[in-house]
């Protein structure tokens, strides 16, 4: 249990979301969540109803987290994003959070076991530059809404910021699958194939109310994976 009991507001009440709470609370804190349907645009974002909360935990869906950071941040309250495909406006988001002085993680993946897995492949990256072909996989359950996942795009980023080589993504989508990525390098004479396998939700939570905790008091724009090691 956290020593600090901290107030958190939870932004997506879907399995992921609701682990959060849980965890949230079993760590000591307070905690309130609210559903896509209470928040149409981000109005219940008010700065009167944001005013008692020490940190928001944002995991909804790609089209309501621009809106739901920009009020967040006119209030100028910390935030966890765990919400993935709308990297396209990082740029944006960590200007408006810059320039309010405010507090911000997001992550294509809170897992700390999936961040220790981007730090092998980093490793294994030079093996590019050395004959070996690589490819990526990211399997899915089939109510994902991006694709390729935010966790494969960053799996590809650690390669290619390693070896200046982009690799291919290959997408499945399949039952109720919590998450796999796979890195294969392969060559001549060889293959190498690393794998993180998600078996709950639960390990996604954990690392996003670690975040919270952390980002309280703070200020600056910050991505899990440079982090996880400190929490």
């Known amino acids: 249990m956290n020593s600090q009991s901290l107030s958190f507001l939870v932004l997506g009440r879907g399995k992921t979301g609701s682990l959060v709470v849980q965890v949230a609370r079993e760590r000591g804190h307070r905690v309130h969540g609210i559903e896509a349907e209470d928040n149409p645009d981000g109005a ?23 809106t739901n950071v920009e009020a967040c941040v006119r209030a100028k309250k910390a935030m966890v994003v765990g919400t993935t ?32 897995f981007f730090q092998i492949a980093r490793a294994a990256a030079p093996a590019l530059a050395h004959g070996y072909r690589g490819h990526i996989t990211e399997r899915h359950h089939i109510h994902k809404k991006d694709a390729p996942s935010g966790t494969a795009l960053a799996l590809q980023r650690v390669l290619e910021q390693a070896s200046g080589i982009q690799l291919d993504i290959a997408s499945e989508r399949e039952g109720e699958v919590t998450g796999i990525h796979t890195l294969e390098l392969d060559s001549a004479g060889d293959r190498i194939v690393l794998t993180h396998e998600a078996k709950s939700r639960r390990t996604f939570a954990d690392g996003a109310v670690l975040a919270a905790e952390w980002i309280v008091g703070k200020q600056g724009f910050y991505d899990f994976k440079d982090i996880f090691a400190q929490l």
């Open 44 to 66: 219940w974002l008010t700065t009167e109803h944001l005013r008692d909360f020490d940190a928001i935990i944002d995991f909804t869906e790609p089209g309501a987290v621009l």
């Open 85 to 116: 495909g709308w990297y396209g406006e990082l740029q944006r988001v960590r200007s408006a959070v810059e320039k309010a002085g405010t507090g911000f993680v997001f992550g294509a993946n809170f897992s700390y076991g999936v961040n220790l």
